[in-house]
């Protein structure tokens, strides 16, 4: 398996301009000529569905939702960043690479991370320019926010709503493009396999959600925007939907997966309440700008919040990192409240949860300064809670939230199949092992609008492709695997629904490959997973027909693709002798409990290669240099 | 708590449909509305029938994606809230629901509780956006915008694009929906230039689509789950009104 990252050469501030020059280019004429489907329509898949189509590109674009203006990018809330420096605060496109590969704990491809940071800057412009309504001081400019991991106030934000209010940018300019007969929208439509002609990646298989239809999709490249597996834990962030059928597909056909153990667990989640719960949900980061986290000095103290006098509080975050306090990094926050939660000084319900309290703020800027700041999110938490925020300090706890893990690329977001692209959640290659905080926005636009327009012309001006009919053999292999796999979900007729193999896998995934991890666990789950697999494919029962709208089965197929990366998750978690950013291995560690990463051994990244079911994966590895930032013990103390 | 729900079951677009009634067991005060559907799916499958099928996505009321008519009103009593939202501490031990679909005309049922909402797409997609190329944008400061102003503009960005307020209104109006977004463009600087077309353009996709007019009652905000105020149909028919007069 090939993992050449494709890095120009020359210094790094240099790479991206080099390497636009030295692209080939589509001749204008010809782009119409060539067509390219994009699966999934959140800040990536959107933003780029809307920009090939701009640039005269044929596009077909898919979404499982309703509509493109529901993926789950909508659901972010803190913000964007961008290296502006519009706080004259010493920000730099260098201070915003650098916090991002400090922030990824060293496991992030230089070159990359660059790139994005230069890139940061336009996308503000961009979005502004389409009518995104960010926060603005009284003279009209511009307002930003500080966020975790960051000594600079770089995050651009529309109060607590910014992943809706860049998403639904994204979707209109992509319906312009829909109305401009550029791009081609199909809604309702899953992707359920790749197809692959001569090696390379020439269309897709997709079920009709309504009809159950399979349809054969054919162009000249493909690009998955598909999003995170963080559903994987069944509780997460996610949206209910979230899935990781596409790119699993993808690595079933070809395609390395990279990292997958490196998956980020947020801090401040409203905590788990019943067996029924669904999903969890995020409080924002931003939060953390002016609330404060402790819990009891004391092990069992079950007063309430306001009778616990001051010097019966422990500020943890403040004392532990005296330089970020409350705004250190997500994986050291949550790691922190596992900790103390562990130490059983937790609070609430079970004892898992810490308070983030705001009375200190508001004594100091009033209630009406936080209500401005984050009315929203105060809202939404009683709506769930029943509790006031204003009187009672919030209840947090860690959750699943974002996965740095994702399909491999190499520097033109190109996975090792030709013709196959990847970009935002799904790939691997900007966060290392810890996402900052309102990064992911800006990667997922950054990709979309500004690096795969470019990379995939030139994919297209070098590759000569034959025309492929619907007819072709891989075609026909493609649609009959998948219709076999529906008809075995189908046929199965046992007596458990796809929810619960669900909920039980996400616990053992909780349990032995979550916010940490060890050796005796990460085996164990390896021994149990395989063994759920095969309990899942002899008692599921899925119900109804494929020839209708059948979200049971819809469940059902990507349960099945959960249970198979899971045991990759655990393999590449056991894999990584070392603790780093999002992926905690309680063997390693530093005497006062902090991370402890092995360079000399894993400064790289971990690409898997599918060798057939029933065989184990190949373990290929992407050496990572550090030239512009000296490899350093990550400290927010 | 126990509650006796009343459903709405249809196999697909063709089928008339008909409510079923089901039995929701030992439901938790804590649960959202869509965790006691859940539920009641769960005992619908193990008993070998079809689950009720609902639309539903981030479950943390911004995608969208949800919405149901509760005891005739859609996202059910609770202001500013989508049915994800809404928590069954709202709901006392006895109580009978009735659960319904969308029912608007240019929303057919698809499925159950699920509806096609592709009519927003056509009204959006008449011009609800603002023209400008990737690339070609000036500095995100290049043009100032009053605080008030950006917020304003926000308000009414604020939509979701549920369709509630269609749901809710008699006519099965899409006027809320439309004028949301004419005006958060409209509102903006970057969104004058096309600021007559957009109006235009966007109001006869409405019509088109099948959505009836406005009477003025008002259901629309009072349904909203994100508070879009009834001001904006006004804003939106001055614009209408001021570029169907200068039209060239």
Redesign the interface.
Known sequence: MNLESKVPSGPIAEKWSKHRFEMKLVNPANKRKHSIIIVGTGLAGG?AA??LG?LGYRVKAFCY???A??A?S??AQGGINAA?N?QNDGDSIWRLFYDTVKGGDFRAREANVYRLAEISV?I????????V??????????ANRSFGGAQVSRT?Y??G?TG??LL?GA???L??Q??AGQVE?F?RHEMLDVILVDGRARGVVVRDM?TGELETHLADAVVLATGGYGNVFYLS?N???CNVTATWRAYKRGAAFANPCFTQIHPTCIPV??E????L??MSESLRNDGRVWVPKKKGDTRPPGAIPEDERDYYLERKYPSFGNLAPRDIASRAAKEVCDEGRGVGEGGLGVYLDFSDSIQRLGEGAIRDRYDNLF??YE??T?ENPYQVPMRIFPASHYTMGGLWVDYNLMSTVPGLNVIGEANFSDHGANRLGASALMQGLADG??VI?YTIGDYLARTKLERVAEDHPACREAVDAVKGRIGRLLGIGG?R?P??FHRELGRLMWDKCGMARNRKGLEEALALIPELRERFWRDL?V??RNE??N??LEKAGRVADFIELAELMCLDALERRESCGGHFREEFQTPDGEALRDDEHFTHAAAWEYTGDGSAPRRHVEPLAFENVALATRSYK | MNLKLHVWRQKSREDTGRFETYEAKDISPHMSFLEMLDVVNEGLLANRQEPIAFDHDCREGICGTCGMVINGAPHGPRKLTTTCQLHMREYRDGDELWIEPWRAKAFPVIRDLVVDRSAFEKVIRAGGFVSVHTGSAPDGNAIPIGKETAEESFDAAACIGCGACVAACPNASAMLFTAAKISHLGLLPQGQPERDERALHMVQAMDEAGFGNCTNHGECSVACPKGIDQKFIARMNRDYAKALATRK
């Not at chain 1, 503000?124 to 009518?131: H, L, T, Y």
């Not at chain 1, 309504?133 to 511009?142: I, M, T």
């Not at chain 1, 029924?276 to 999903?279: D, G, R, V």
């Open positions: 933003a809307a920009s701009e939702q309703d509509s203006r529901r789950h909508i659901a502006k519009y336009n503000i412009d961009q979005c502004v320019a389409q009518g309504p960010f926060a603005r001081e009284y003279g009209g400019v511009l651009f529309a109060r709503q809706q209010q639904l979707y209109q300019a319906s312009r829909v109305a929208m809604e309504e962030t949206a209910k939907g309440k019943g029924y719960q669904s999903k949900t995020l809202e939404m709506r769930i029943n609008y500004f327009p007596k629904s929810d619960s029962y119900g109804g209708s709208l979200q049971s």
